[in-house]
């Protein structure tokens, strides 16, 4: 049995003052000068660490407040109040909503996963993921444990072509050869960005990050510098040039590439295996309504995997879009169907943006997933989108530290990682490859509410 695999973090402090749910509103007129007052009785020093920071222009208050409401219900003439604070309902969008951001912040901060205390006071229903609920069945259950080691639960996931079955020759010896296989110790890669600010420290962060992590980063061919050859190994080089502009030293060193999906894709596959015969080849392809048809054809054909990606709001290309898990059970359906789906290795990417999508998109079909725009977050990214319009980054990405960036997605990696090992764990599953497809360990709102009320209003 392989050594646990485990994320080493430390506390990696944010460079900007963080934008917090509520903020302080203390006003001074009208005060009483009490010779004891709330402000001084204070046991977090709130009103001592008082300041504004110029670059933001953000008052210490709000970050520093720890919401006991000491001070809001010990004032006499009732002066110091907590309101919403509207910057951090700015943040982000209808996907990428403030609470999302805000937990990604903690996260890449402390490494640990967050927890309220307070019970979830929420809707317990959805678009999206939020329409999917997991069996905790083996909950009650102390022994499983990953997260502590009392039971060992294995994260690993390979990449790469599979064989249905061994052949022997009549010597007993193998007489087909089995295709390479890419293993890493949890099933995430980094994916490319949709958008980010200039400047190579964004980058070299996400290759740091992939490196601690045993994990790949997803990079471009037309972003690839000398700086990166010590990444290699953690490298899968998206190809969006001519492979023949590719170094021959970069190309044998490499273990995974990245395709474009064309009608041609796997005559590209077969070329590059003559150069590298270890090389094992991703086909990036749009999700779509055609998706299931084409990664059909596509595995019968001597694909090895296939990495469907849809928007950043998890949404395929079409003009009745399905989400991302939708489309990913019918492929995957699809595969099971025509007898193939163990020889192939589904990836998918597109609006995963916290730990829980992690489990619900492999319980849809996947394999393993790809990570984008959480990458950013990590960073502090408040998802502005202004770097788009050349804009400058109101956090400065553009002049990140490589070493802290990286620091950060180890943390938040680490904060997922946790999560998957609790699911897996209440769920009484040992190994993440067990979980895939395993359908039967989640409702899906939309097939209970069709079960429900399809048979309303019908005559017996």
Same mark, same amino acid.
């Given at each position: 049995?392989?050594?646990?695999?485990?994320?080493?973090?430390?506390?990696?402090?944010? +460079?900007?003052?963080?934008?917090?749910?509520?903020?302080?509103?203390?006003?001074?007129?009208?005060?009483?000068?009490?010779?004891?007052?709330?402000?001084?009785?204070?046991?977090? $020093?709130?009103?001592?660490?008082?300041?504004?920071?110029?670059?933001?222009?953000?008052?210490?208050?709000?970050?520093?407040?720890?919401?006991?409401?000491?001070?809001?219900?010990?004032? %006499? $003439?009732?002066?110091?109040?907590?309101?919403?604070?509207?910057?951090? $309902?700015?943040?982000?969008?209808?996907?990428?909503?403030?609470?999302?951001?805000?937990? =990604?912040?903690?996260?890449?901060?402390? !490494?640990?996963?967050?927890?309220?205390?307070? !019970?979830?006071?929420? #809707?317990?229903?959805?678009?999206?993921?939020?329409?999917?609920?997991? &069996?905790?069945?083996?909950?009650?259950?102390?022994?499983? &444990?990953?997260?502590? !080691?009392?039971?060992?639960?294995?994260?690993?996931?390979?990449?790469?072509?599979? =064989?249905?079955?061994?052949?022997?020759?009549?010597?007993?010896?193998?007489?087909?050869?089995?295709?390479?296989?890419?293993?890493?110790?949890?099933?995430?890669?980094?994916?490319?960005?949709?958008?980010?600010?200039?400047?190579?420290?964004?980058?070299?962060?996400?290759?740091?990050?992939?490196?601690?992590?045993?994990?790949? #980063?997803?990079?471009?061919?037309?972003?690839?510098?000398?700086?990166?050859?010590?990444?290699?190994?953690?490298?899968?080089?998206?190809?969006?040039?001519?492979?023949?502009?590719?170094?021959?030293?970069?190309?044998?060193? =490499?273990?995974? @590439?990245?395709? %474009?999906?064309?009608?041609?894709?796997?005559?590209?596959?077969?070329?590059?295996?003559?150069?590298?015969?270890?090389?094992?080849?991703?086909?990036?392809?749009?999700?779509?309504?055609?998706?299931?048809?084409?990664?059909?054809? /596509?595995?019968?054909?001597?694909?090895?995997?296939?990495?469907?990606?849809?928007?950043?709001?998890?949404?395929?290309?079409? &003009?009745?879009? /399905?989400?991302?898990?939708?489309?990913? +059970?019918?492929?995957?359906?699809?595969?099971?169907?025509?007898?193939? +789906?163990?020889?192939?290795?589904? @990836?998918?990417?597109?609006?995963?943006?916290?730990?829980?999508?992690?489990?619900?998109?492999?319980?849809?079909?996947?394999?393993?997933?790809?990570?984008?725009?959480?990458?950013?977050?990590?960073?502090?990214?408040?998802?502005?989108?202004?770097?788009?319009?050349?804009?400058?980054? %109101?956090?400065?990405?553009?002049?990140?530290?490589?070493?802290?960036?990286?620091?950060?997605?180890?943390?938040?990696?680490?904060?997922?990682?946790?999560?998957?090992?609790?699911?897996?764990? #209440?769920?009484?599953?040992?190994?993440?490859?067990?979980?895939? !497809?395993?359908?039967?360990?989640?409702?899906?709102?939309?097939?209970?509410?069709?079960? @429900?009320?399809?048979?309303?209003?019908?005559?017996?």
């Amino acid at each position: 049995m392989p050594a646990k695999y485990h994320i080493h973090t430390a506390q990696a402090a944010n +460079r900007f003052q963080l934008i917090t749910r509520s903020g302080v509103i203390a006003w001074e007129e009208g005060c009483l000068k009490c010779p004891s007052c709330v402000k001084k009785a204070c046991v977090y $020093k709130v009103y001592e660490k008082r300041g504004i920071d110029s670059r933001q222009m953000l008052e210490s208050l709000d970050s520093v407040c720890k919401d006991c409401f000491r001070c809001v219900q010990g004032c %006499p $003439k009732q002066l110091i109040q907590k309101g919403f604070n509207p910057s951090y $309902k700015a943040l982000g969008d209808h996907y990428w909503t403030p609470e999302i951001i805000s937990g =990604l912040w903690y996260q890449a901060e402390a !490494g640990r996963i967050p927890v309220s205390g307070g !019970g979830y006071g929420g #809707a317990f229903s959805g678009p999206g993921f939020d329409a999917m609920w997991t &069996d905790m069945s083996e909950i009650v259950r102390p022994t499983r &444990d990953g997260i502590h !080691g009392r039971e060992y639960i294995s994260t690993t996931t390979d990449i790469g072509r599979k =064989l249905m079955a061994l052949e022997f020759d009549e010597t007993g010896a193998l007489s087909v050869t089995p295709p390479p296989v890419v293993e890493i110790p949890l099933p995430l890669l980094l994916d490319m960005l949709p958008w980010s600010p200039p400047g190579m420290g964004i980058k070299l962060a996400i290759l740091e990050g992939a490196k601690s992590l045993g994990t790949f #980063a997803i990079i471009r061919q037309s972003d690839f510098t000398p700086a990166m050859k010590e990444y290699l190994s953690n490298i899968a080089l998206y190809i969006d040039g001519q492979v023949s502009d590719i170094e021959p030293s970069v190309l044998s060193a =490499l273990r995974l @590439i990245e395709l %474009p999906y064309s009608k041609e894709v796997i005559a590209a596959q077969n070329t590059l295996k003559i150069t590298n015969s270890g090389l094992v080849t991703i086909i990036r392809m749009d999700l779509s309504p055609d998706s299931a048809e084409e990664v059909v054809r /596509l595995t019968k054909e001597g694909a090895e995997a296939i990495h469907l990606v849809a928007d950043e709001y998890g949404l395929e290309k079409s &003009d009745r879009p /399905l989400f991302i898990k939708e489309r990913t +059970r019918d492929i995957h359906l699809r595969l099971v169907e025509a007898g193939v +789906r163990d020889q192939i290795t589904l @990836i998918s990417g597109g609006g995963i943006a916290m730990a829980e999508h992690v489990a619900k998109q492999i319980i849809c079909g996947s394999d393993l997933l790809s990570v984008d725009i959480p990458l950013l977050i990590a960073m502090e990214c408040r998802v502005c989108r202004r770097c788009k319009e050349g804009i400058a980054c %109101p956090v400065e990405l553009e002049g990140v530290d490589p070493v802290w960036g990286a620091s950060r997605i180890r943390n938040l990696m680490a904060g997922w990682h946790n999560q998957l090992l609790e699911i897996l764990g #209440a769920m009484g599953i040992r190994e993440v490859k067990r979980l895939r !497809g395993e359908m039967g360990r989640a409702m899906f709102f939309e097939d209970l509410e069709k079960d @429900i009320f399809a048979t309303l209003g019908r005559r017996g």
